[in-house]
């Protein structure tokens, strides 16, 4: 299926089958997990894979809903904010995005398989961190359960383009730096230019030999 089919056939699956989820298709979607982008490459993440069987009712103290550990597997993606990239503008840190990312990942790989998956995020983090025993650097974002929908696809709600996207171009606003960013812009630039010179270095003796 192209990519719009796909992302139409995505769907938050509340009701599995008990049937297993085969090997392969679990490593092919964890590949695509490790596939994702995360700011600067740093791959400060963690995806847990938890079998359900056996589990059901401890896992109900992380989110108390017969559907959630209902399917064969659960899947927690965790960031590692520490060791995330942060912008240093504002101090934003990406974790949460570099998470949802690789979450993202994760959900369509399961549909291109026909697997059923549902974002969940109101879970109970305190009771997370102690069922998985998690490192206390680590921050589960977002859970989905995995294994195959028991219900029909449903026709999906959405907003109109027309309404979400704004086509932007037109009478722009104006922006003058400080003269401390333009400093601290001219020096970004300069250590850029260093690093280049630097390569250009490695890859000439790299060739000739030296």
Known sequence: MDFRELVKRRYSVRSYKPDPVENEKLRYILECALLAPTAANRQ?????????????????????????????????????PGKCWTRSEDGKNYSDVDAAIVMDHIVLAATELELGTCWVAAFDVEATRAILKLDDAWEPIAFTPLGYSDQPVPNKKR????????????????????ISKKAALTRQQFRSSLGRIGLVRKLHRLLSGS
Do not use: M
């Not at 907003?159 to 400080?178: M, R, T």
């Open 44 to 80: 400060a993440i963690k995806v847990i894979l938890l079998p359900t069987e056996g589990h059901q009712e401890r896992l109900k103290s992380i989110y108390n809903s017969s559907w959630f550990c209902s399917a064969p597997y659960l899947l927690c993606v965790c960031s590692i």
């Open 159 to 178: 907003k109109p383009l027309e309404e979400v996207v704004i086509h932007s171009g037109h009478n722009l606003g104006q922006y003058d730096a400080s």
